[in-house]
């Protein structure tokens, strides 16, 4: 890596992840930020698979833990935030492929289906990449990451979801190694910039993919920043109120969720369908929470922050929140 601009690029996408690591282990909301940076790749994961997948579709758990919807038709979502040893998707094809949650194909064709290849010819595919992979120059391991995505959607080893297949394991060799990315930051980056990565020359994608980290994280950056802003809000409102009940626990449930609704409400904090509406509506009259579905019942809520990039993208993810750990849950 001699070229001078290419290592500023470099490491200016290594000092993003940098910053991404910090605030995961110094936000005051590093809980509900998680979940959404989650959110946001598994649907530019979907984007770059040419397909889409609504926020609202997610389901999260007690835990934390992000559930997607049935429909969504994403290839090989089961390997998003998924762990694998590097030396599986170096040299070990059926581990790769179980992985991502390849299954025969084969076997479940149907009259009107494309035909697909078996899964042994799979394997065997996916194992001339690996040699083919093993022959590359030494290269640090965000490029190296680059060159491995690409190389993979190029050749097409399975012959469908290959692209979204590239990001995943091209992701698993650079920000994949930190909790920085579930999978999806470069395709994140991607998405945020409309690049023509599918047209780029292999020296051109490796500037492409740095560039996409670096602004897949600064729009992961940037949610912390602006859900940091709105707990700071939400904090102070119902520090002043004289009877805040159990608010603070629905906006800690709100701000960790895409939507929620009164039954969510009343079945995580315990309490009747009654109170879980007057505590809803309480926070909407406040201003911190919106009423998004319109209806007279089965209403849906979501804070006021919006997933979107911000225009500027320039947050200061290194400055002390000054929030404590009032919205943290650990």
Known sequence: ?????????????????????????????????????????????????????????????????????????????????????????????????????????????????????????????????????????????????????????VRTPIGRGDAVAGFLIGDRHGPGRSEASSGGLAALGFQVSGAAWKAATPARFDRLWLHAIALGA???LDQEQ????????????????RRPGRLREVIMLAMAHPHIGSRLVADRLDITSAGAIKLLTIATEAGLLVERSGQSSYRSYAIPVSSLPSSSLTPDPLADPGTGNLWTEG
């Open 226 to 241: 602006r859900l940091r802003g709105y707990a700071e809000r939400a904090a102070a409102h119902i520090a002043a109120r």
């Open 218 to 220: 600064r729009h992961h």
């Open 1 to 153: 890596m001699t070229d001078n601009t290419l290592l500023v690029e470099y490491a200016d996408a290594q000092a993003m992840l940098a910053r991404v690591e910090e605030r995961q282990r110094l936000s005051p909301v590093r809980r509900p930020w998680k979940i959404r940076c989650f959110i946001a790749e598994r649907q530019a994961l979907a984007w770059i698979d040419a397909t889409t997948i609504e926020a609202d579709a997610f389901t999260v758990d007690g835990r934390g833990n992000v559930s997607g919807a049935d429909f969504d038709l994403t290839h090989w979502r089961r390997a998003v935030g998924a762990p694998i040893a590097l030396d599986i998707l170096r040299t070990n094809p059926s581990g790769l492929l179980d992985w991502l949650g390849v299954e025969d194909a084969s076997t479940a064709a149907t009259p009107w289906a494309v035909p697909l290849l078996p899964l042994a010819d799979v394997q065997l595919r996916v194992e001339a990449w690996q040699k083919a992979m093993a022959a590359l120059p030494p290269a640090p391991p965000l490029l190296y990451g680059a060159r491995l995505a690409q190389s993979w959607w």
